[in-house]
């Protein structure tokens, strides 16, 4: 019995990822309980961009405000993770539909940690009108075009965000919430990027946000950076794809990069149908090449942002470019 | 605790006691707010005497005064029990009730059957239901091309609708954003939203045709020839050839779209092609009903041979007189249209859509205000008698461009005393020349909402004396002064001559009617309503002196009035302190210490109000306790320790008045009282965690550490030791602070003068170093005395937090996430605009670089203001589901002002059992004709004469759950309430309401339920407590938006209490799950325009049912639990 809660207790930790809890004691007594585990997805490249992939959990060193981290699990694009035990040997993680391996807590579901849940959000606004079908047709394109361990969920929005599909892995289910998007007015992209960032945040593993938009925001009562504030702490990428020009609107453009950067993500510009295949087929390599790792931050007194580094052991890999997020701010929820 | 040792000791006692007893016991148990046992008991004391008819109807009607559906199989098996040869009369109760139920239950088989027995007992008067559902009317029908849904989608209307109102909700779409005023010409532009209905019924009408003679799309497989023209008509083709590679993709993007939006299942197509099997779509045309047929609609036009949706689409003449005609009740309806030709009627059309909904033509004669004493003067002022039915309308509409008849909808919609006194013949002559002035057009019905709202806001809020006689605020003196020699200037040349020779009530009413017909604001109106709204709550009213004041204010401090609504008690002298304060606070110079000192003032009384209003403090504590405060601010404020003196004196006072004890830990017992009285410990708990949340998301240093250092600096200065570890709490609280965000680009900066103090607010707190201040001025006790000024800035900020986390909305996003929205609250507003003392309104929103959205202005409107920014993070479950802008905030304010924790399990219970009495009475009458009329009357005093008629024709077809469904739960409480007073004392629900009224009187009384389950209206009534005004529904009002429409519906509240009741769920839960169940409601409206109540009412009766079927099933499970062990 003591051991189902434990494990039922570490499960909720994952499905948190760096969530942390508050416990009420008698005569109200106020007591925080921190137990943060954090998943961290990046991508190595070389000096051209090329994605180096084969690296091993041993040739990184994570790093969180200079404290080196023992890291959990390991994986690479789309595979499976391994467990990384305490003597740097790995394993593969056994997972069970009843309660998962049994020492790294991870979330009880078979699957949570294979794939990555890919929430696609789909601007219907009025400054999408013109292209709207055509985006459809990019994102029924990228969606087909996933591997077949991903997750996938449609959001459109307008003024209101609308949950077209929600996380499938059967693709025809997510074309079809897709195809029934209905377009709206004003364009509340930083609220819906919100929304869409917690309901990602509730599903165990590794995640992504692609947002598809035009660009400009003229209903949001949240702010771009607070928005990316909440993506770094949950660690969960932002690639936008902008159907404008880049220097058309550098205000919203600005923000895309920001956005984008400071979550692993990447931004990019694709006013054709062409250039959005483009930006998809881009966004589906980095997904199939990026290296996710999991890890309970070690003892540090800084309640902050703390700033997260990785660092590639080898010489040769001294060369290399790593893209991630640059650090988190570890949350007390209530 | 009590009702379960009541509970158990009456269980072990079931076998021995009597069914009185039994009875006795369970009541008593209702009455201690425990009917969960009191079922438990019954139920026991049934299933322990399964023969006894008496202790089986005892159970049942227990059951269905609790509206528990499982009362119709027990009252089966109390027919059973009596068999034939029982008491007649209790075989005719049981089964005329068990008749009742069916009906409600939609079984009329079930009924029929009841009713039989119940004639076979001997009981006369009961019919057999008719079967069928009600019919929409039998009108002929037109075709749409293609699904309704499709054509609903381009059309926005909701799918929730019956089919019969389709071409109602086009017409009123097309009105208000079918066209558009012509860059060109004085014509008008068809919207892209009409271009996209039209195109699609082009490409629908392909379709259609390729559908052939089957009307159903078939593509028997991917290379077929159909699969190519279904795909051309849709603007799609397939890249890559047949087989598990092909997808579709956009070819022709404007068909492409059409197709997308309207919903075609292309995705459903694309699977089929890819997998090779035969598609098929249903493509059969939508019957839809037009009233009268097309042929009356088109009678005088060319186009005679057109699709009529085609006609109606292009032709926004005949869409408002289609309007028109759809709301009115089917017997006026036909009446007018027989009576009138088309074509005279319909250049009137826009006045028969604004003000046509209270007409109502009973045998001939049409219906007017003001009863048999006003026929002449309304003969008189028509030029037709009211006698003549639809030549009265006929005169009535096409007079003076609408003005009459915007008077007589307003007079229509009133009753009592208000109504008699203006309809007065000599007084309805004289009101009536005011509102229509000289000259008459552009008249009331010309724009896309109704112009002269304030006419109808002062016939409806109009203060009547017990005498008959309206209540003017101060006297005719105050009035007349303000109209010579206004401190802004006139408000009318005219009126100020004439205001020189006022002498009587009626002298300023002409005025006020006068002035309610101008496009501009009508100040002097809403002057009037202010300060006669105070009046109304005082035990004595304000003195001509104070009004006078109040009155001269009002264009600065007028939004601030609706503070004192919350404590009656407070004095003239208090109001006039508060005046003084705010203007003295107004001439600071310096803006961050004036921006500091106000939001400090502001803030404590904000939460005096919220205090006064939960009677946290008692009545006779209010007055000091805000006069206090004041005076905390009255005197000068020259620096930062002044206002955190004040600040610190004032929260101190509040919680002195309110009982908190010496030595408490001031920020607990703040939350404490603002979460409400601690009647449910966990709930209770739940609200104080829940403002927790809030604080700790705005990284808020508490109010005890604020204190504790500025008490600490004083024993500091006395010579103590400096205490590091409080320093290091401020220090480790003020590095969480972000850092102010640019709020604009520097084009936006230089469109607007806004946030430069805000950001200066921020970032003196960022900078506050108090560690070093103390360091600088050791041994200097004086100075160490003044560091608390800075203290002040983080005082500020935590005291307006505390009514931010208390009005939090559910399904707030902003309030945790943008951890400087309090800290942000700009006091000040954009330079030049003077925002400090009006309402709260959110700035900022949707600028892609910005700091995000903030509120800017007083607190006062900080409800609304919150729940309007938070609004757009509710998720609609449908796509399309319109989220209209003011009924959302209004209906969050709703579920989150107003508090449960004081309401009792009888209130509740009072309220179910009136809503479910008048469900009964409804139901009852389908099948007891006899009864209709008298409920059709009362039901008539607040239902338009169109929804009166369709319950009257349910109830006739039997449809007696279609009858109780169209009747809206504030409707249902007043006609239960109504009919009670008179109902059969035989009636188990009667008896159950009787036994309330007697054993808790105070507690039932119109005055206590009101202030339980009202509503807070600070637009309609000036108030923030919660009040049951009883009044019609409004129409969308210009000038407010759909605000006032949105604080008449009053049916959300009641229906919770009536929920709760029927759940046997606590009071003090309310506070939680009222807001939750209200995100839900709101998360599911599926509606077509502004005033689709139904959908409301849809989406409201939708989430209770989901609430009932989870509430039931946990307790089944819990049964079932029980019994297994």
Redesign the interface.
Known sequence: MKRWLHWKFLSALAVLGAGSFLLWAQEDAVFRVKVDMVVLSFAVTDNKGRYITGLKPSDFRVLEDGIVQKISTFAEGNRPPVEILDNGTVRPMVLTEDGGDGKTGVESRADAFVGTSVFVLFDTSNFMYRGFVYAEDAIADFVRGLDRADSVAVYTFSRNLSRASLLTKDRNDAIRGLRQAVAGDDTALYNGLLLTLRDAAKVPGRKVVIVFSNGPDNASMIAPDDVRAVAEDEGIPIYVISTNEVNRDPISSNVFRRLATRTGGKAYWAKTWQKQVEAFESIREDLGNSYTVTYYPKANPNDGFRKISIEIASDVGKKYRIRSRPGYRPRTSF | MKGSVLLSVAVLLVPVLSATETADRAMQLVSAGDAASARSLLAQAARANPADPVRLREYAEFLERFGDPEARTVYRRVLDALGSGGDAATRQAAAERLAVLELLAGDSAGAAKAVSEYRAAGGAGLNEPPSGPVSSGGHPTVEIPGPLRSFS?MAAISRAGHVSDVLGAVARNVVTNGYQASHSNDALDQTEYLKLVIRYLAQARELEKLAGESKMLRVPGCESAEAGELLRIL?FRMRGGCGAEV????VN?SR??LT??S?F????L??ALRTNRPFEYDFRPTEVPVLYGPDYWTSDRKDKGEPFIDILLSDPSLCRLYLGFSKLDPDTATALKDGIPVARIRAFAHVLDFFGGMFEIRNGKAMYPGGARAAGVWADLVGAHPDKGAEFYEKLLSKDDGWLASLYDALMRIEGPAQAYLTDPDRLKRFYTAVRGRITSPGPARPVFRSNTDMMLLTTRLHMLPNGQPHIPGSVQVWRNLFVSHPHGKYDGKLTKLAQGWKEPDDVLEALFALSRKAVENEPLKIFMAVSDLDRRRKQPLADATVDRLAREYRIFGQQYVIFNDAPAVRDETIIQFLDTAQSLSKIRNQNLRSDAIGTMQALVSLWQILSRQGALPEEKTDTALSGILSEFSTKVSNSRDVFDGGRNGIKLLLTAAGAEQGTDPQ?RLLDLLAGSPGDAESH?RL???M??VL?SQRMVSLTLILELADHLESVAGGQEMNNALLTRLA?RV??ISLP?APL?SAEKNAYAFGYWTEKHIDEQRKTNLRAVVERARGDAEKLREARGLLAPFLRDILVAYSYAYYAPPGA??LY???LFVRGHDFLGVQGANQTWRQTE?FG?????????RLLGSLTGLPYALAD??Q?????TE???L?WGDLVPQMMLSAKLPRWSGVSGVQLHWVGLHLRYARHLLAKAAIHPAMRQALLETLSSKAPPRRTHFVARALESGDAAAAADAVLPAELYLLGLKMASTGDAGDPFVTAIRQLAASSAPAVTEAAISRAFGTPKPTLANSYQPELLNLRTFPTLMGYSSRIMAESWESNTLYWAALADELHIRPSQLNLLIPEWTQQVVERIFASHLEDWPALLYSLRTVGDDVRAKTRQTLSASLAGSADR
């Not at chain 2, 997808?247 to 956009?250: A, F, I, N, S």
């Not at chain 2, 949707?846 to 700091?851: F, H, Q, S, T």
């Open positions: 989608r603007g997808v579709l993709e956009t993007a492409a779209f997308t939006d919903g299942p292309v995705a459903d694309e699977q607990a708990g104080v965690q829940q927790n949340r700790e480790s590095a969480e965000r680009t996003q902003i996430t943008n951890p959110t929103s949707g600028w892609p670089a910005n700091a995000g959205g920014a938070e757009n993070f509710l998720i609609p796509t399309q589901a989220i």
